[in-house]
């Protein structure tokens, strides 16, 4: 295909258009709408509806053609607004309404609903039909969070299309035929995706009704701004509606960058736990075992002094916007003290490799005919807006990936080639890939799987590295150790952190991480990560503990050396938005606002700035992130050098070098977002690649991940969602779980380090032989019990009895 | 409310290994099901789902979409009598109020004894012979109410050589070696397949 424009004749007017080109988009473009119902901007058009038919002539006289399944030819003269094509919308909606029951006045969509409102503009106001409608029960439940009005569906197929060709999870189909076609799902298999919410946002018609807010508000009723969801680092761009200041319903934005308007259910629904009747709402002080209500002014002074010339560690950051995280590292640098920060838990990678390697974008990984090497989790669990868009890139762009994961990821099916090592020996794998050849199968990858992901890496095509924590139970530096292999391999190769805290790279950029000050400047006096502030904690030579938002206690994977850490330390403040675990054990906690509630901006995973807009009110006396550290530093009797937003960025721009460029103006109109200034002068060294422990024959490598719906505090506080968290079990390789001889769901013994645990086993096909998986904070079993902060690798022993 | 019998599971391994794409096997798949229970129960469409890889959702979809796919159980013979024009011109109302009296149930539902299902069928492409049906889709032409009563009594005694709803035998086909193209993804096709005569034999 050629770039040369293509000119139509558009109503009358010459029109330039993109080669191949959708009719419908070009003249959308051209500022023609069309109206519409099955086409979607996002998706494969199917010419389902009929109500884009437009006159189309290319030289033997106008006839009728659906403008979504037209590419646009050059000559083409196309009038939208004939005397034909009216009459055939007239009648395109007559019977599009034959069986639709106009409850308009009960209807969740009423007012917003693509169907009313193109049946009042194009419609024939009168319908001949007499029969009798169609009629089924109304409505049902498709999965815990979406219903299903049967009778109001119009059978355009966008939601079936979402989740068989975005989402890759078809459990819903067209069943039947003619009359009697109809949206469901197989009897008993709920339409349970991770994306479910898209469908509701994309139903032209309010045939499909999202749970948490159905009747909740009337569209002329809701107030609305744009922001970005801090679920997770992808920075999906959202849209905020509120109505008597409760937050009703979150939609997805059309970024082309981020989301291309997708969600996941967790970024969708995940505000609830905003509107949470269990927030924090003043300070709260211990006082022997229990928890008294005490002023503000007493929390801020008290916070002032705990911090004044004491030895200070500080763990968490990645919950605040940025302007959170620039006013507490102002306020930290000004201490006497060194006070010691991570964002990240253990649980994430060494923060040069974030900060120092040359950055990619989703768009960079996305191109067409590109590879990306995935060194991590499975992106759907941790970053599912992300993996929604390399799915896309895998299955139509001709994207080619390169899995060196724990276990198949949910993008398995559509790699070039997936490769499992065991736990702790990717960063040979890697160095295999890298040199091109291996006589023998490294860390079961076997000689010619290297090779051809050497040969692929070889092709010549951009290289797209995403490099994340797949596995809670091995050391980090395995998969800085590959990523430093490939990168030395491929010069030109880009990274794309697949870190999955909310604002975690703001955080990182910010100095929350041992080595670096603001701004990705080295800094090594400062050497402390989160495992060595509480191995000082334990050990006494910490005064105060803080907690940015952070739940060591059930987040870190080292269960024992949390607990020797907060029994030992004398003073924990926490800054949170619920009771969590974490600040039960502490002896102040002061409540925060939280998403939704502030202003301020969100750094996502490829670097880009984007606004968070306050749509509601923070209850009680919660206070933005920054405010709180400004109300400390003047009770300390010291100037942060700013006491409003504007002149926090101002700060913050002068200060940080790579925040420099950003025109804060303009932060809150740009549906892309900026991106900061991510030129190091320095480039990551890689330090010797860490060897393995030899694998012992008798054990199993341990594998620890994570689960979208989980025990974690944002799910467990929006009522939608906390019951999706799921049981935990032991799941074994197919070959592992016959040795075994055990059933599926048997109960095992695992003994580790002297200890033994009993837990549910089974079978996971995912998984390569010699591995052993637990998801990390499901009910019923804590696998932090199993981890130790020094681990290389965690080896267990399972057995049938 | 079965799952494929092993028996039958070894079969429809074959049939897959018949297509480059394992889902292309599944309306041969589901003829499979059908003949095993006399109509495709839940169980065989997840059974069916796993075998080809694609969710019970899609397998549920593909079924329902085929009138001679029963997602019930059915009776032992189902016989449609033809209601298009024809047909109707010639009697097939009277015919059909007949074989309902007869049988004393409606169209639609299977006499308690699980013998007959009874359904009003679409023209059965034999006009001519108006009005006609089908017993498990063998055509019996020109149908008076004698002659259906006649029909039922032989079924009912187990004449006749109708075997019962689901029967099949062209699933059970065995592809002779030097025919079969195996299963070659249609982007690796080159050339017309082995079995097709080349032109030096033709001619
Ligand atoms: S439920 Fe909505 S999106 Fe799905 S086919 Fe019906 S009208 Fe279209
Ligand atoms: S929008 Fe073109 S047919 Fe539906
Ligand atoms: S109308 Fe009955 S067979 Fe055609």
Redo the contacts with the bound molecule.
């Keep these: 295909m050629t770039d040369t424009p293509v000119t139509i004749t558009l109503n009358g007017e010459t029109v330039e258009c993109r080669p191949g080109e959708l009719l419908?988009a070009a003249a959308q473009r051209a500022g023609t709408y069309v109206p519409?119902?099955?086409?979607h901007e996002r998706m494969k058009?199917?010419?389902?509806?009929?109500?884009?038919l437009v006159d189309v002539d290319m030289g033997r006289g106008p006839g009728l053609q659906?403008?979504?399944?037209v590419s646009v030819a050059e000559g083409m003269v196309v009038d939208t607004e004939s005397d034909r094509v009216k009459q055939v919308q007239e009648g395109v909606l007559e019977l599009l309404l034959a069986n639709h029951p106009l409850d308009c006045p009960v209807c969740d969509k009423g007012g917003e609903c693509p169907l009313q409102d193109q049946t009042m503009a194009y419609g024939p106001g009168e319908s001949r039909f007499i029969e009798e409608k169609r009629h089924y029960e109304k409505p049902i439940a498709i999965s815990d969070l979406v219903y299903l009005d049967r009778e109001r569906c119009i059978l355009?197929d966008r939601c079936t299309r979402f989740a068989k060709d975005v989402a890759g999870d078809p459990l819903i189909h067209f069943l039947d035929r003619g009359n009697e076609t109809q949206v469901n799902t197989f009897p008993d298999h709920p339409f349970s995706s991770y994306f479910s919410g898209n469908t509701v946002q994309i139903c032209p018609v309010g045939a499909l009704t999202a749970e948490p807010y159905r009747f909740k508000a009337r569209p002329w009723d809701l107030e609305e701004n744009e922001s970005t969801s801090t679920v997770d680092a992808t920075g999906s761009r959202v849209a905020l509606q509120s109505s008597r200041n409760q937050l009703v319903r979150v939609l997805g934005v059309d970024s082309d960058a981020v989301n291309w308007g997708w969600l996941s259910d967790k970024e969708r629904f995940g505000y609830e736990a905003t509107q949470s009747d269990h927030r924090l709402v003043e300070p709260l002080f211990r006082s022997e075992t229990e928890f008294v209500p005490g002023r503000w002014n007493d929390a801020v002074s008290r916070i002032a002094r705990d911090l004044d010339g004491k030895r200070v560690g500080v763990l968490g950051g990645a919950r605040l916007p940025i302007e959170g995280q620039f006013a507490w590292s102002k306020l930290l640098d000004t201490l006497p003290n060194r006070a010691y920060r991570d964002a990240q838990l253990d649980d994430g990678l060494p923060a040069g490799v974030v900060l120092g390697l040359p950055r990619a974008s989703i768009a960079d990984a996305c191109a067409k005919g590109g590879v990306v090497v995935i060194i991590g989790p499975d992106l759907k669990e941790e970053l599912p807006t992300l993996f929604l868009r390399l799915r896309h890139a895998a299955t139509e762009d001709g994207v080619s990936i390169l899995e060196l994961t724990p276990r198949a990821t949910s993008l398995g099916t559509h790699a070039a080639l997936s490769l499992h090592p065991l736990a702790g020996t990717v960063g040979q794998v890697a160095a295999a890939i890298a040199a091109g050849t291996s006589s023998q199968a490294v860390g079961g990858v076997e000689p010619a799987q290297i090779e051809a992901a050497a040969a692929l890496l070889a092709s010549g095509r951009p290289i797209t590295i995403i490099g994340g924590r797949g596995n809670l139970a091995e050391s980090g530096q395995y998969t800085a150790d590959a990523i430093g292999s490939l990168m030395a391999a491929h010069p030109d190769a880009t990274f794309l952190p697949a870190l999955r805290r909310g604002n975690i790279h703001g955080a990182l950029e910010l100095g929350f991480t041992p080595g670096f000050a603001p701004g990705g400047v080295l800094d090594h006096d400062d050497v402390l990560d989160a495992s060595a502030i509480l191995e000082a904690a334990a050990a006494g030579e910490l005064d105060t503990l803080v907690l940015l938002g952070s739940d060591p206690i059930v987040d870190h994977p080292d269960r024992a050396l949390v607990e020797r850490a907060f029994d030992r330390v004398g003073n924990v403040v926490a800054v949170d938005l619920f009771m969590t675990e974490s600040c039960r054990r502490s002896d102040l906690v002061v409540p925060a606002a939280g998403f939704g509630e502030v202003d301020g901006s969100f750094l996502n995973l490829e670097g880009r700035l984007s606004p968070l807009q306050a749509k509601v009110t923070p209850p009680g006396q919660a206070r933005p992130d920054w405010m709180i550290a400004v109300e400390i530093a003047m009770s300390a009797m010291t100037d942060l050098g700013f006491i409003d937003l504007d002149e926090l960025r101002r700060s913050l721009s002068s200060s940080v070098q790579s925040f420099s460029a950003i025109d804060w103006s303009m932060l809150n109109s740009q549906d892309d977002g900026q991106r900061i200034d991510l030129d190091r002068p320095w480039t990551p060294e890689f330090a010797d690649p860490l060897v393995a422990p030899p694998v012992d024959g008798y054990g199993l490598r341990l594998v620890v991940d994570r689960k979208l719906w989980d025990l974690g505090t944002m799910v467990q506080h929006a009522p939608s969602l906390a019951h999706l968290a799921g049981e935990a079990s032991l799941g074994l390789s197919t070959s592992d779980f016959e040795r075994l001889g055990v059933e599926e769901g048997g109960v095992v013994s695992i003994d580790v380090a002297g200890a033994t645990h009993r837990l549910a086993v089974r079978r996971n096909r995912d998984l390569p032989r010699g591995a052993a998986q637990i998801p990390f904070r499901l009910t019923g079993f804590d696998p932090g019990v199993l981890l130790t902060a020094d681990r290389l690798v965690t080896e267990i022993r399972v057995s049938a009895n | 409310m079965s799952r494929l019998t092993s028996a039958n599971e070894i079969i429809a391994n074959e049939i897959i290994a018949r297509y480059p794409r394992p889902k292309s096997a599944l309306i041969p798949l589901l003829h499979l099901a059908q003949e095993q229970d006399g109509y495709v129960a839940e169980d065989a469409m997840e059974h069916l789902a796993e075998l080809v890889g694609v969710t019970p959702a899609e397998v549920l979809g593909t079924c329902s979409f085929y009138e001679m796919f029963k997602l019930h159980p059915v009776g032992t013979y189902v016989i449609n009598v033809c209601g298009t024009m024809s047909c109707q011109l010639l009697g097939a109302d009277e015919l059909i109020h007949h074989a309902e009296e007869r049988l004393g149930i409606r169209v639609g539902d299977t006499t308690s004894d699980g013998l007959f299902t009874l359904e009003r069928a679409e023209c059965q492409a034999a006009c001519t012979e108006a009005p006609c049906l089908q017993v498990n889709y063998r055509h019996e032409y020109r149908v008076t109410p004698d002659d259906f009563d006649a029909l039922v009594d032989t079924l009912a005694a187990g004449g006749g050589d109708v075997p019962p709803h689901g029967t099949l035998s062209r699933v059970r086909q065995h592809i002779p070696a030097n025919r079969s193209v195996g299963a070659v993804p249609p982007e690796q096709v080159t050339g017309p397949p082995p079995w097709l005569p080349s032109a030096e034999e033709s001619t």
């Design positions: 419908i519409r119902f099955c086409y058009p199917v010419g389902m509806c009929r109500m884009c659906p403008s979504c399944m355009c």
